[in-house]
């Protein structure tokens, strides 16, 4: 469905594969499912901001290689 961050996370794929995507979200989805979806990180609210800035500086690192 539309709303799904899955189905969000499929679709970025499938439009700009190379696109790291962080996967945030009140639903309590496992991580490793998001990550076998292609996500590269997936947070679960709420977090501390620390783990967002980590993951932010993770994903940037990965499109400057």
Same mark, same amino acid.
């Given at each position: 469905?539309?709303g799904?961050?899955?189905? =969000?996370?499929?679709?970025?794929?499938?439009?700009?594969? !190379?696109?790291?995507?962080?996967?945030v !979200?009140?639903?309590?989805?496992?991580k490793?499912?998001?990550i076998? /979806?292609g996500? =590269?990180?997936?947070?679960?609210?709420? /977090?501390p901001l620390?783990? =967002?800035? !980590?993951s932010?500086r993770a994903?940037?690192?990965s499109?400057?290689?």
């Amino acid at each position: 469905e539309n709303g799904d961050g899955l189905w =969000l996370l499929t679709q970025i794929q499938a439009e700009m594969p !190379s696109v790291p995507v962080i996967l945030v !979200s009140a639903d309590a989805i496992d991580k490793k499912t998001a990550i076998g /979806y292609g996500a =590269l990180d997936f947070l679960l609210k709420p /977090y501390p901001l620390v783990v =967002l800035r !980590s993951s932010v500086r993770a994903a940037l690192q990965s499109v400057a290689r």
